[in-house]
């Protein structure tokens, strides 16, 4: 029998119990994000974190910046945020266009303020199996997700699909921490289906529709799709055909309602996270 990965339920089970503990607080945690341009995805995606944010009692400020925004201006409101004792965690959603360098924009992010995980700091402390001050949301939330379906990671063959630094990288680098024979695929993979085969649990976080087949899987295999595409009717799916490859794993997740909501739960964990390590250091 296939279990279905209910994302929004784990989401769900986690945020309630984190609202119960924020509801307690005198002092609220804060969420600074920082959007850069007009991209509609992007700008979908600050409205729910904000939304979900707010519903929880965290305290969430949306600063707007013009698509011709210079770099330094806007390296400059970063620094205003690290030094804002009044912001546990910055966001700066990206993409970020063209003329400005998001490496230049992620290391200005204080490491005690990036709820992304995304500065060079934090990023090496997984790489050297050390804790960060918080874990990247999407890798962070895949392994809630494992964890509360009970699925081994120690000694199992994870392939993950994807070398962003977002979720393929850090992804990676965590399952490794916990044990994992970990392969990392990519466009320039050679051979892709003889590697996914070999997978016990196939993550893709690629971004095509339709990449991973039933025949690229065998049998029980756990399959979580990070993809967020959509198909030629288009609607909302992510990159694996889930009603081929359902008939062969023994877990999966769907797109929509399977990895999305951890993402956003993780963002909301993290920011308390960083809120509570703030608090430590007074
Ligand atoms: N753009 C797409 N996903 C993300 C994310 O997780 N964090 C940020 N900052 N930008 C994104």
Same mark, same amino acid.
């Given at each position: 029998?296939?279990? *279905? +990965?209910? $994302?929004?339920?784990?989401?769900? !089970? /986690?945020?309630?119990? &984190?609202?119960? #503990?924020? @509801?307690?607080?005198?002092?609220?945690?804060?969420?600074?994000? *920082? +959007?850069? $341009?007009?991209?509609?995805?992007? !700008? /979908?995606?600050?409205? &729910?974190?904000? #939304?979900? @944010?707010?519903?929880?009692?965290?305290?969430?400020?949306?600063?707007?910046?013009?698509?011709?925004?210079?770099?330094?201006?806007?390296?400059?409101?970063?620094?205003?945020?690290?030094?804002?004792?009044?912001?546990?965690?910055?966001?700066?959603?990206?993409?970020?266009?063209?003329?400005?360098?998001?490496?230049?924009?992620?290391?200005?992010?204080?490491?005690?303020?990036?709820?992304?995980?995304?500065?060079?700091?934090?990023?090496?402390?997984?790489?050297?199996?050390?804790?960060?001050?918080?874990?990247?949301?999407?890798?962070?939330?895949?392994?809630?997700?494992?964890?509360?379906?009970?699925?081994?990671?120690?000694?199992?063959?994870?392939?993950?699909?994807?070398?962003?630094?977002?979720?393929?990288?850090?992804?990676?680098?965590?399952?490794?921490?916990?044990?994992?024979?970990?392969?990392?695929?990519?466009?320039?993979?050679?051979?892709?289906?003889?590697?996914?085969?070999?997978?016990?649990?196939?993550?893709?976080?690629?971004?095509?529709?339709?990449?991973?087949?039933?025949?690229?899987?065998?049998?029980?295999?756990?399959?979580?799709?990070?993809?967020?595409?959509?198909?030629?009717?288009?609607?909302?799916?992510?990159?694996?055909?889930?009603?081929?490859?359902?008939?062969?794993?023994?877990?999966?997740?769907?797109?929509?309602?399977?990895?999305?909501?951890?993402?956003?739960?993780?963002?909301?964990?993290?920011?308390?996270?960083?809120?509570?390590?703030?608090?430590?250091?007074?």
């Amino acid at each position: 029998m296939t279990e *279905i +990965i209910d $994302g929004k339920l784990v989401s769900k !089970k /986690i945020l309630q119990e &984190l609202s119960e #503990k924020i @509801a307690l607080l005198e002092k609220k945690p804060s969420l600074a994000v *920082i +959007i850069v $341009g007009e991209d509609p995805a992007s !700008k /979908i995606y600050v409205n &729910l974190k904000k #939304k979900k @944010a707010e519903e929880l009692g965290i305290v969430s400020t949306v600063i707007e910046m013009s698509q011709d925004v210079s770099e330094s201006e806007l390296l400059n409101k970063i620094d205003e945020l690290n030094k804002d004792e009044s912001v546990n965690a910055i966001l700066v959603q990206m993409p970020l266009p063209k003329h400005i360098d998001a490496n230049k924009v992620i290391e200005k992010i204080s490491p005690q303020k990036d709820v992304d995980c995304f500065h060079a700091y934090n990023v090496g402390k997984i790489a050297t199996n050390n804790k960060p001050f918080v874990y990247p949301c999407t890798p962070k939330g895949i392994l809630e997700l494992l964890n509360f379906y009970n699925i081994e990671i120690s000694g199992k063959h994870v392939v993950v699909i994807g070398r962003s630094n977002i979720v393929g990288r850090p992804m990676a680098q965590m399952l490794l921490n916990k044990n994992a024979t970990v392969t990392i695929c990519h466009s320039k993979t050679n051979n892709l289906e003889e590697i996914t085969k070999q997978a016990d649990i196939l993550i893709s976080a690629v971004g095509k529709a339709g990449l991973i087949k039933k025949e690229m899987v065998k049998d029980n295999v756990v399959v979580i799709d990070v993809g967020m595409n959509r198909d030629e009717n288009g609607k909302l799916c992510g990159d694996v055909d889930f009603e081929q490859v359902k008939q062969k794993a023994s877990y999966i997740t769907p797109v929509p309602g399977g990895v999305g909501p951890m993402t956003i739960c993780s963002l909301m964990v993290n920011t308390f996270d960083l809120f509570k390590t703030s608090q430590e250091k007074i």
